[in-house]
């Protein structure tokens, strides 16, 4: 079974980097064709993608996005780590990990999601 | 970037009723085609993948079809648990977009 959890800070301050962690189980980041992804809701609105982190360390980034983040994953604790630069209060939004899975490249499962907020 | 439109961005319908939803694509994607269903509060759970696959746990009331750049999901005889808001997704390459979303709201 297939589980992933995110975890973070609740509030951040605008300027502020953000560092989510996505703590999961029932897979590997070493299996060829697998991945994390990471996506975004602002509240009331739609999912937005924002990154993936595949078994080979190939790295993809929103392009609309892809200045201010960068994702690591810790293949011997199964963590994946997102950080996001310079947080405005637009960014304020659920962040959900979820399992790439290979071929379709589907999300499934994801994680419970963190509501972060951006505020001074 | 391919976009994902939906349509309607919102939908009444009754218990037991047919619903159709479509997801249209900017340009090919195949059938790197997902459905997502979202209960408030909740994380997104797929449904759907390429285009038609039925997840396993998932209803047989739901289906999907289509390829290239149209496609849609239908609810046959809808049941209370599925009011809920439904997004399409394409993995065909990066950056994944989503639809933006189709509130199914009880009539």
């Known amino acids: 079974q297939i589980t992933l959890k995110e975890s973070g800070p609740t509030l951040v301050k605008p300027t502020q980097t953000l560092t989510l962690t996505c703590t999961f189980s029932?897979?590997?980041?070493?299996?060829?064709?697998?991945?994390v992804g990471w996506v975004r809701q602002p509240p009331g609105k739609a999912l937005e993608w924002v990154a993936n982190?595949?078994?080979?360390?190939?790295?993809l980034y929103s392009p609309s996005l892809k200045s201010r983040l960068t994702i690591t994953k810790d293949t011997s604790k199964n963590q994946v780590v997102l950080t996001m630069t310079d947080m405005d209060p637009v960014d304020t939004a659920a962040y959900y990990c979820?399992?790439?899975?290979?071929?379709?490249?589907?999300?499934?499962?994801w994680g419970q999601g963190t509501l972060v907020t951006v505020s001074s | 970037d391919i976009q994902m439109t939906q349509s309607p961005s919102s939908l009444s319908a009754s218990v037991g009723d047919r619903v159709t939803i479509t997801c249209r694509a900017s340009?090919?994607?195949?059938?790197?085609l997902n459905w997502y269903q979202q209960k408030p509060g909740k994380a997104p759970k797929l449904l759907i993948s390429?285009?038609?696959n039925l997840q396993s746990g998932v209803p047989s009331r739901f289906s999907g079809s289509g390829s290239g750049t149209d496609f849609t999901l239908t609810i046959t005889s809808l049941q209370p648990e599925d009011f809920a808001t439904y997004y399409c997704?394409?993995?065909?390459?990066?950056?994944?977009?989503f639809g933006q979303g189709t509130k199914l709201e009880i009539k």
């Open positions: 979820a399992h790439r899975r290979r071929g379709d490249s589907a999300f499934d499962p």
């Open positions: 029932g897979f590997s980041l070493t299996t060829p064709g697998v991945g």
């Open positions: 982190l595949y078994w080979n360390d190939d790295k």
């Open positions: 340009e090919s994607i195949t059938t790197y």
């Open positions: 390429a285009a038609s």
């Open positions: 997704q394409h993995s065909y390459i990066t950056p994944y977009t």
